[in-house]
């Protein structure tokens, strides 16, 4: 079971099913740790305050697309709490143009590449990038050459 709690900060809105975000959700966290509960903070907000947040934590003062935060969890709660996945839908709107279709593909790969690397997945190594790669299109249902790169 995930609990997901979603904020839309961005200019660009009904975008998302939050329908379609917790399967997924689900259906990673289920393979990937079993039945135990996770609760995942998902925000998509604009280029300035991705930017913002990736010149603060990762010294790159430049917009990206997606940024995952691993958080402590209190002891002695229910559901594991994973951490915080932060997308800009204006970078993905930038590289999608208009076509609203592709922009929810690419929005549905950024939270699975966020919440992958919630659950310690990396890719700063080429065998850790490939094993990421290969987790994406599997539970995007979709080719590698599909995932991030």
């Known amino acids: 079971m995930i609990c997901l709690d979603i904020r839309n900060i961005s200019s660009v809105k009904r975008l998302y099913s939050r329908r379609r975000l917790e399967h997924l959700g689900e259906r990673i966290c289920r393979e990937e740790r079993g039945n135990k509960g996770v609760e995942v903070s998902l925000l998509f907000c604009d280029d300035s305050f991705i930017q913002e947040l990736n010149a603060r934590f990762r010294g790159k003062n430049e917009p990206t697309d997606v940024l995952s935060f691993?958080?402590?969890?209190?002891?002695?709660?229910?559901?594991?709490?994973?951490?915080?996945?932060?997308?800009?839908?204006e970078t993905v709107q930038r590289f999608c143009g208009d076509d609203r279709k592709a922009m929810q593909q690419e929005m549905m790969l950024l939270y699975c590449h966020g919440l992958l690397h919630l659950l310690g997945y990396t890719h700063a190594k080429r065998a850790d990038r490939k094993r990421m790669q290969e987790k994406q299109a599997y539970y995007l249902d979709t080719g590698i050459e599909n995932v991030w790169r």
Request: proline share 5%.
């Open 70 to 89: 691993q958080q402590e969890a209190p002891l002695h709660t229910a559901q594991t709490l994973l951490g915080d996945i932060v997308i800009s839908l």
